[in-house]
Antibody, heavy 120, light 110 residues
Framework: QVQLQESGPGLVKPSETLFLTCNVS?????????WAWIRQSPGKGLEWIGS???????FDNPVLKSRLTMSVDTTKNQFSLKITSVTAADTAMYYC?????????????WGQGTLVTVSS | NFLLTQPHSVSESPGKTVTISCTRS????????VQWYQQRPGSSPTTVIF?????PSGVPDRFSGSIDSPSNSASLTISRLQTEDEADYYC?????????FGGGTKLTVL
């Protein structure tokens, strides 16, 4: 059974870069799914950040696209997220998830989430 | 891009039936599958409906999903409500390379 686990700093200073990694176990990230990042600001709803295929092809939220970089490391079976020039608005719980493809876009497995606070 | 609009909150009594709507603006609801996720406080979202009306294994048949083309909306219906169904519910769909979540609906079972 697939398991996803986010990791990264819980506190990032304004204007700096947020970097998170999602470690995937129980399933190879090269096996036909997208791998996604989703965030949830405190007390708010879910916001899709972007998705990446193991080839490196990405699908980005247009709102975040200019600050967003996603990558995969197939040797470590993990994928990563980088958001530059963060502000308090980027404070959120960040989830990684597996996304079924081929015309479905269903996030069928989620990590437990990691809270990132942007503050000086 | 497109939007998915949900009611902010709904409430119903145990044993009753509740329906949560998800209206798409920009594009056609029937053109792309809709998923529904349940999120309890302090937990990650989990799927209760995928591909418009499919239930993952382990989700009780009290949960059902449907699409209504005339209103360009999707609906999640929960019958025989139980207190454990109290949670936030999110619809989600996509269009090309873009994925969108609805704003979420807080279900209170009182």
């Amino acid at each position: 059974q697939v398991q996803l686990q986010e990791s990264g700093p819980g506190l990032v200073k304004p204007s700096e870069t947020l970097f998170l990694t999602c470690n995937v176990s129980g399933y190879s990230i090269t096996r036909g799914y997208n791998w996604a990042w989703i965030r949830q600001s405190p007390g708010k709803g879910l916001e899709w950040i972007g998705s990446i295929y193991h080839s490196g092809r990405t699908f980005d939220n247009p709102v975040l696209k200019s600050r967003l970089t996603m990558s995969v490391d197939t040797t470590k079976n993990q994928f990563s997220l980088k958001i530059t020039s963060v502000t308090a608005a980027d404070t959120a719980m960040y989830y990684c998830a597996r996304e079924a493809i081929f015309g479905v876009a269903h996030f069928d497995s989620w990590g437990q989430g990691t809270l990132v606070t942007v503050s000086s | 891009n497109f939007l998915l609009t949900q009611p902010h909150s709904v409430s119903e009594s145990p044993g009753k039936t509740v329906t949560i709507s998800c209206t798409r603006s920009g594009g056609t609801i029937a053109s792309n599958y809709v998923q529904w996720y349940q999120q309890r406080p302090g937990s990650s979202p989990t799927t209760v409906i995928f591909e418009d009306n499919q239930r993952p294994s382990g989700v009780p048949d009290r949960f059902s999903g449907s699409i209504d083309s005339p209103s360009n909306s999707a609906s999640l219906t929960i019958s025989r409500l139980q207190t454990e169904d109290e949670a936030d519910y999110y619809c989600q769909s996509y269009d090309g390379n873009i994925r969108v979540f609805g704003g979420g609906t807080k279900l209170t079972v009182l």
